[in-house]
């Protein structure tokens, strides 16, 4: 995941090639270690020299990685053996998933040449690894949404690399992923023992067809959710979906229910998709957890609050009536027409520093565990036709966007100076600014009720798992 | 839904006053009828002359909207039914859903009136109406994502306006909506009464926290669900949730499995949350509806192919085995790696065109009744490091593009041609230029396979209550 130096195969100079794509992005992204391309004619490589073989670099190389017609990966892993190196990415396809048994006693070879040489290796019939941590992408995907703290791990290759539009769109951000593709070396129990003592990562994704070896990976999981959170997607169980993951990374997949008891001794958050698993991932590396299951849901408007209420009780939280004493501080801040019982609904209201001291107060009284929170949208959008009518509206625009940041400033303040968790529901989405200073300052903002409950249910659930209950 | 003028209250030259906004929207959406502003002072509203009393302005009135402080609105609806207006849309708060009983009695009079005089009127507490088909929106909100052939009626004034921002980022248009606040008048089953005859909706949806009236709601759906389907939210169930709701509307609600009993007698299919019910209403009303439930899945890519046939499973479709004879014509068209059996998995593939092919081989073999699609996503994100390395990819982006679209309208015909659905998984997001037109063209895509698999279910279920099954 941190390479030195790296020996490439499978780049040329002709653009239409899955390697010279990759290694585009291995320079384009900023790597900052020797790069040694091996070709048996060009010269140069996208401009650099290239090597006819690994055994003619004499520099010690950190990192191979392997584009290659799957038949000629055998006698190329040899050579790299032969040069020392001990870490290589296999991404050609061809192996144990591919129909026949050729590709079975071709993956039994690369492995026992692997042992010989003490080498370890990703693959194959992977897509290969970034990490926004050291700047090194060596996928076919040219920008990844590098940053944040979450890590994945995936036996889709697709989810890792194609997935990235989605994560833009939502605000989310990855420091590392790890395609395993047919795991016949590297698997997710090693991606897990190496990821927990990765610092700067603070919460795990996985997407599973299959558990190769489910002692040793209940073991990692067990270590790893001391530290950190580790959500999962599994798709291997029903009929269809296991003979689909058969034919793609040969893995023999397991009913639901045997996953789902894996998953729980394992202390892994099953996620339902992958939109939900980020979800997870990105409110439990956001956000503060919450001490327990009650949560206060504050809005300016009946439907949302009503749902966010119904979608918390049904995913197990409570939304308990507040104190008598919280209500009559309440009352003293809020308008004739607010319902201040909870859901706290404010009705029509423009205040938004209302919605700040209303989340203190809440927070304050040690009667919720954490808050999710409707009403906040800018007011850009919504002010497009009256523009039209009112010019001095423009000349006003300033002084609400000032007020409008500071109030955005403030709110993210207040999770950390609580340790407590805020959610905001919000159609904007992540990418508007008039939501993204939310979100960078750690209050995730979830475009449904369910969502944002659901989310809010995965906390409570690490909380639980990390103190053993 | 379709006035051919309109007296409006509330609206002033004050920008900041919420019936300046509405009558501002009015105007400049279009509206081709009359507008005769109601103020007591002002000369002029909006450049337009205005009336101190609604009976001054001595011509026919279609209809009236009230944006008024609570305690004026009798008085003032006592003129519109001297002034004959037999249509009106009371904005107003303070009514039933106001804490104690002076808007209880309130909302008791204001209806006494209305009967008086023979008048219907939406309302009080709601965010009005928009109409696409006749270009009228008199709600807050200035750019609804107007156009399509969704209506939508809701308790929640939230939900029809300011949800807009998530519709127009994922492609989804609404025709009409239709905010029914506390229903003193007007409720939820007039408004299923009013859209079945609408022709140019075809997928109606709801946002339920209370069917005030459980007889003629099931009467007005059955006659509805034989001409286009309807989709329900109903989040009042829980405790949390209820409380909310009546203080929300003054709706009492009632546990979930009533409310799925009476939903499952009316027709209804019940989404989830806001997400889901729009993701559903989209493909009911772009695609052709499956003739059962056995679904074709192909893909380029292991992950998202397994992960669909899991979730199609999980909801209750079939990913069934091709015949021996369909093996063999798709074994024809494909590369040596790719899978053939259901699902499809191309692996790495580059063909667009072949993609084409296999549906339409799916298809005309009889052996499903709709297909899930994963593997579209345009190039342009993809290039942008190769670019700065080889200048000439600039020049192939024409040829590219040109082949891409043509791809993509050839793929639109499909669905049509057979009369079957096909669903596309993509991760570009609906507003991606390499994804906006198959929408366009109506082929729903999705992020996420559990979401396509959901909306798939959905049109089976509709087909099955269509058919009275």
Wanted: glycine share 10%.
């Amino acid at each position: 995941m941190n390479p030195s130096s790296l020996a490439f195969w499978g780049a040329s100079n002709n653009a239409m090639k899955m390697g010279t794509i990759q290694l585009t992005n291995v320079l384009e992204t900023g790597f900052e270690g020797a790069v040694y391309p091996i070709h048996p004619s060009e010269e140069t490589v996208l401009g650099l020299p290239a090597f006819k073989s690994v055994l003619d670099v004499g520099k010690p190389i950190d990192l191979a990685q392997l584009t290659l017609p799957t038949d000629v990966v055998p006698q190329v892993l040899e050579d790299c053996g032969k040069a020392g190196i001990r870490s290589v990415i296999i991404i050609s396809g061809g192996f144990k998933e591919a129909p026949g048994d050729k590709g079975k006693q071709l993956e039994r070879d690369i492995l026992e040449i692997a042992r010989k040489y003490d080498m370890h290796f990703l693959g194959p019939n992977c897509v290969g690894i970034f990490n926004s941590l050291r700047t090194f992408n060596s996928t076919t995907i040219p920008r990844p949404p590098m940053g944040g703290k979450i890590a994945f791990a995936s036996q889709s290759g697709a989810y890792t690399a194609m997935i990235n539009p989605y994560l833009r769109a939502n605000g989310i951000k990855m420091c590392q992923t790890i395609s395993v593709g047919n795991e016949a070396d590297i698997d997710l129990a090693d991606c897990l023992e190496y990821l927990v003592d990765e610092p700067e990562v603070n919460a795990i994704g996985l997407y599973v067809e299959t558990v190769r070896r489910p002692r040793e990976f209940i073991r990692a999981a067990n270590a790893a959710v001391k530290k950190k959170p580790v959500v999962a997607v599994y798709v291997g169980g029903g009929e269809a979906g296991s003979r689909s993951s058969l034919s793609h990374t040969g893995a023999l997949s397991g009913p639901d229910q045997v996953y789902d008891g894996l998953f729980e001794q394992a202390g892994v958050i099953r996620a339902n998709d992958m939109d939900e698993m980020f979800d997870f991932l990105w409110a439990l590396s956001l956000a503060p957890l919450p001490s327990g299951r009650r949560m206060a849901v504050i809005s300016n408007s009946g439907g949302p609050g009503t749902s966010l209420a119904y979608h918390l009780e049904k995913a197990g939280m409570s939304v308990p009536l507040f104190s008598e004493e919280l209500v009559q501080q309440l009352k003293a801040v809020t308008g004739r027409l607010a319902y201040v019982g909870n859901p706290i609904d404010l009705t029509f209201e423009m205040d938004l520093f209302l919605f700040k001291k209303l989340v203190e107060l809440v927070f304050e009284s040690g009667e919720v565990d954490g808050a999710l929170l409707y009403g906040i949208f800018g007011w850009q959008d919504f002010m497009v036709n009256l523009e039209k009518r009112f010019p001095d509206i423009k000349k006003m625009q300033g002084a609400w966007e000032d007020a409008y940041f500071d109030f955005l400033d403030k709110m993210v303040a207040i999770p950390k100076e609580y340790g407590l968790p805020l959610f905001v529901m919000s159609f904007m989405g992540a990418s508007s600014p008039s939501i993204s200073p939310l979100i960078d300052g750690g209050v995730p903002a979830f475009q449904s009720a369910s969502r944002a409950a659901r989310a809010m249910k995965a906390m409570c659930d690490y909380r639980e798992i990390r103190e053993g209950k």
